[in-house]
C-alpha cells in the first residue's frame, strides 16, 4: 500500500479540561486512545506527554483540542470510529463539546510512512472548509464505499 489516510477532528470544549463537567471524557481519553492503538490499520496518532493530544496548541484557543491520526485505511479507521467505544463517546459529544460553525473534521491521503503535522492538517481543513470535498481534504461524504458515518448520523 502506498497511501495511508489521515485525519484531524478538532473541537471546542464547553469547559477547561479540569471542569468536573468534562471529567467523564478526560478519563475516557486512555481506553479510546488505546483502543485506536491495537485496531486493525493503526498507524500513528498525535500525542503529547501526558499520552494524549489535548495539550498540543494548534488553533490559539485553549479550549479547541486537536485530534490527528494515520490509517492504513479508511475501511480500518471508519471501523474504529464506528464500531469501537469510540462510538459510544461520540454519541455524547454535546455534553462536553460547542456546535462549531465550520467544518472540525476532515481526512486526506498521505504517503505511507509519512507522519503529517498540525500545520499541515489545519491547512487541509481550511482547505475544505473554503472548497468543500475534494481528493485534497475530504469527510465522509466524498468516499462512496464508507456507509457507517451515515446510518450513525440518523441514529
Known amino acids: 500500500m502506498t497511501q495511508h489516510l489521515a485525519e484531524l477532528n478538532i473541537a471546542r470544549l464547553r469547559y477547561p479540561l479540569e471542569d468536573p463537567r468534562v471529567a467523564a471524557f478526560v478519563k475516557a481519553l ?6 485506536a492503538e491495537r485496531s486493525e490499520g493503526f498507524v500513528w496518532r498525535l500525542k503529547g ?9 494548534g488553533f490559539d484557543d485553549p479550549l479547541v483540542i486537536v485530534n490527528m491520526s494515520v490509517w492504513r485505511d479508511v475501511a480500518s479507521f471508519e ?3 464506528w464500531k469501537t467505544v469510540h462510538r459510544q463517546f461520540y454519541a455524547r459529544r454535546a455534553e462536553w463539546f460547542e ?5 472540525h473534521f476532515v481526512m486526506w491521503h498521505v504517503a ?3 507522519i503529517p503535522t ?5 491547512g487541509r481543513l481550511d482547505e475544505l472548509n473554503k472548497h468543500g470535498n475534494s481528493d485534497r481534504a475530504f469527510g465522509w461524504s466524498h468516499l462512496p464505499e464508507v456507509k457507517l458515518w451515515q446510518q450513525a448520523r440518523c441514529a
Not at 118 to 122: D, H, M, P, Q, S
Open 79 to 81: 471501523n474504529f470510529v
Open 99 to 103: 456546535i462549531m460553525e465550520k467544518q
Open 112 to 114: 505511507a510512512g509519512e
Open 118 to 122: 498540525v500545520a499541515e492538517a489545519k
Open 49 to 57: 506527554e501526558s499520552g494524549n493530544a489535548t495539550a498540543i496548541d
Open 30 to 35: 486512555d481506553l479510546v486512545n488505546g483502543i
